[in-house]
């Protein structure tokens, strides 16, 4: 299946049914009274979180969503059924944003949440709502009002606690490979990884954590060479990052300055992201000698300033893997446990009917007959105005 992480989609909540304007007749029953019932509310649309689904693709294709329209209220005081509500499955780790406002709506971070993101419209009001003991025969309705329509934007962030930085063929897919069950594809050319991969790390039992591969940066990424890094909002909920120095690249090319690249190209697309805890790990170390690889560590550390724990590993070898598992194991234990769900789903706007009866009562657009003055043997059966 192809891995889609970015779509937008057009949903509408359903109209709130019109209500009715209808008079009691039967037989031997005369000046029965008003009898018209309300309309049903308009259906409201849900986002879900599924862990059935790891992929945007279906809404790629299939991007308009609708909620049932609210019916309208009858006669014999028969309210009209309300509109069914929409809901529709998500990724766990689906992103939701106002397209028109750029407001984020709310994050989808557990199976099963919940968010409400389009409202309803509320119902009308028939003519027995406006009976009263000086207008006992109210040819007054309201209409229902429409539900809302909304432009979202979807984006699917991958749920991982630790992810992969580096420049393309620096051994990030090999790394993953060697402390995880994922088999991304490795091979001797640059950008072999083109979707991010996740993998899960048991570096003691009963203990695990996500990491995460993302696709790699170079130069000029944030203006769109390469793959961009359009895969870097990715790594947005990972806890920490992990910095992948290729200590002897295929193109000859300086270690120091591609690091300096990738910080920099870091801190021009998030200076939150820059600012994610970063550990530096120096791989393919038995490329050179020891003595070599300790004079290249120092001073590559004494070009770049490095402040944060340092590590060199063998990924093709898992030379130096384990220890470096464990400790982040250790390190992500550690840390307080982020509430990734703070941005909960907003609660439904309990609608106050004397609020609306009088906001009603403005907007009505029928004439304002004389009901006492009328003639009402002279109605039929039943009178209905319709929106």
Not at 37 to 57: K, P, S
């Amino acid at each position: 299946m192809k891995f889609v992480d970015e779509v937008l989609i057009r949903v509408e909540a359903g109209d709130g049914g019109s209500g009715c304007v209808s008079f009691r007749r039967e037989k031997y029953i005369p000046k029965g009274g008003p009898d018209g019932g309300d309309g049903g509310d308009g259906g409201h649309v849900y986002l879900v979180a599924d862990d059935g689904l790891n992929t945007l693709i279906d809404y790629r294709f299939e991007r308009f969503h609708r909620a049932e329209r609210g019916e309208n209220g009858r006669s014999s005081d028969c309210t009209g059924r309300g509109g069914a509500d929409l809901v529709i499955p998500m990724p766990v780790g689906t992103r939701i944003v106002d397209e028109n406002t750029h407001e984020i709506l709310g994050d989808l971070t557990q199976v099963g949440q919940k968010l409400l993101v389009a409202k309803g419209g509320f119902h009308g009001l028939g003519n027995t709502r406006f009976k009263s003991s000086t207008n006992r025969a109210p040819r007054k309705r309201t209409l229902g009002t429409p539900g809302e329509v909304k432009s979202l934007k979807l984006e699917l962030l991958l749920m991982a606690d630790v992810g992969l930085l580096g420049m393309p063929n620096a051994g990030k897919s090999t790394l993953i490979r060697a402390v995880s069950a994922a088999k991304p594809k490795v091979a001797d050319y640059p950008f072999t990884t083109l979707v991010p991969n996740l993998g899960v790390v048991n570096p003691e039992p009963g203990k695990s954590f996500v990491i995460a591969d993302i696709p790699g940066l170079i130069e000029g990424a944030s203006e769109g060479n390469g793959l961009g890094i359009q895969f870097l909002k990715h790594l947005e909920r990972c806890r920490i990052l992990i910095h992948l120095i290729d200590v002897a690249p295929f193109d000859q090319s300086c270690p120091i300055e591609n690091a300096k690249m990738i910080a920099a190209e870091l801190s021009k697309y998030s200076p939150d992201l820059a600012a994610k805890p970063r550990w530096l790990v120096f791989n393919k170390t038995d490329l050179m000698l020891e003595d070599e690889l300790h004079a290249f560590i120092e001073r590559f550390l004494s070009a770049v300033d490095w402040d944060f724990p340092v590590y060199h590993v063998a990924a093709l070898q898992r030379d130096g893997t384990q220890m470096l598992t464990r400790e982040l194991m250790q390190y992500l234990d550690a840390l307080p446990k982020e509430d990734l769900t703070e941005t909960a789903a907003p609660e439904i706007t309990a609608f106050k009917w004397k609020a609306y009866h009088d906001a009603a009562l403005e907007d009505v657009s029928f004439d304002d007959l004389d009901d006492e003055d009328e003639d009402e043997e002279g109605l039929d059966d039943h009178v209905f105005y319709e929106r």
